[in-house]
């Protein structure tokens, strides 16, 4: 059977956070938040237990917006006097906080729900965390005046989290990096180094202590389903070959998954092959249409990707983070994600039979 995992975000339930939003407000405050985002996040290591899933995740509960939640711990940065900025290359304008002092972590950023998520599940477990190049394009810049000095600032900052995660049991850390596919070149030239430096050093101490060494991960995708990116999409013409100047890259770093689209995109799936070497979550789940996918569906697309990834390097994953979607159509996607996993190693042994 092949792992199974989503890439990260899933609905938050009504009696925790506006539903339906990117950046919703909590519905408590407090004591009453801190212990809601732990049941919501108990809520679904049940329901991706019971879907099946092999690498569980906390499907982001406790965090507002996946940059900003990691960016409440961190010192240096104003975030009372927002200013308005286009980012991914002005495909949407954000009202987004500024850096204005040299960065530093103020205490640990997901100690709680890691612990947590540890704590209630016996499978592995994925945690994720923004990565340096995607957070320099969510904030503006008062300070350091080069965005490469400031992407290592806030590397070394991830990394320090990281390595923390890796000690509270974290068997998987994942850097969301959207922005790849934006700044390919710049993410070619340092993104992945940045990327590295935030990875540096994880593995060494689970190999160690727990016999079985926490994996690096970085999930790069075309976005959630919003309108704005739906638009966008439309731009890039029939094959979309952003992640051709980026693979070469990460195949040649340290960072053993890459989590990538794949179901009703246009990505040309030997592109995959770029890869070589490395444990590859392919995207099975379309998270711009509430359409259920069909095993077949799914078992087609793992078929197709097993043409460049070996068998035992393909993660069945969903292309991107579910936050926005109803709670429902969220759960029925994660049936189906195991389901079509399911369905596909049924199809290899028939072959092989
Ligand atoms: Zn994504």
Redesign the pocket.
């Known amino acids: 059977m092949f792992d199974t995992a989503i890439?990260g975000s899933l609905p938050k339930p009504a009696w925790l956070a506006e539903t339906g939003k990117l950046w919703p407000q909590w519905q408590a405050e407090g004591a009453a938040l801190a212990q809601a985002k732990l049941d919501a996040t108990l809520l679904w290591i049940k329901t991706q237990e019971d879907a099946g899933l092999s690498v569980i995740g906390d499907g982001e509960m406790s965090r507002q917006h996946f940059v900003h939640g990691f960016l409440e711990q961190v010192a240096g940065i104003d975030r009372v006097n927002k200013v308005e900025m286009g980012i991914r290359n002005d495909r949407y304008k954000a009202m987004v906080p500024q850096v204005v002092a040299p960065l530093a972590l103020q205490g640990r950023v997901h100690q709680a729900e890691a612990r947590f998520l540890r704590a209630h599940t016996t499978r592995r477990v994925k945690f994720t965390l923004p990565g340096p190049m995607t957070i320099c394009d969510t904030v503006a810049d008062r300070f350091y005046g080069d965005r490469v000095k400031m992407a290592f600032a806030f590397a070394e900052l991830l990394n320090q989290e990281a390595l923390a995660l890796e000690a509270d049991g974290v068997d998987v850390i994942q850097f969301?990096e959207?922005a790849f596919n934006v700044y390919m070149d710049e993410a070619a030239d340092w993104g992945v180094k940045a990327l590295e430096r935030a990875a540096q050093g994880l593995g060494t101490w689970s190999a160690a202590h727990r016999g079985r060494a926490c994996k690096t991960a970085v999930?790069i995708?075309y976005?959630y389903g919003i309108e704005a990116n739906v638009q966008w999409k439309k731009t890039l013409g029939e094959e979309w070959r952003q992640y051709e100047r980026v693979f070469p890259a990460l195949a040649a770093s340290r960072i053993d998954q890459v989590s990538l689209e794949c179901f009703h995109s246009h990505v040309p799936p030997d592109l995959i092959a770029l890869l070589a070497g490395k444990e590859v979550m392919v995207g099975v789940i379309d998270v711009a249409s509430d359409d259920i996918e069909t095993p077949e569906q799914v078992a087609d697309t793992i078929g197709t990707a097993l043409q460049f990834v070996a068998r035992d390097k393909l993660i069945a994953c969903t292309n991107?983070?579910l936050a926005p979607m109803r709670r429902e159509v969220a759960e029925a996607k994660l049936a189906a994600l195991v389901a079509g996993a399911r369905l596909a190693t049924e199809r290899l042994a028939r072959a092989a039979a």
């Open positions: 890439a969301d959207p999930h995708c976005g991107c983070g």
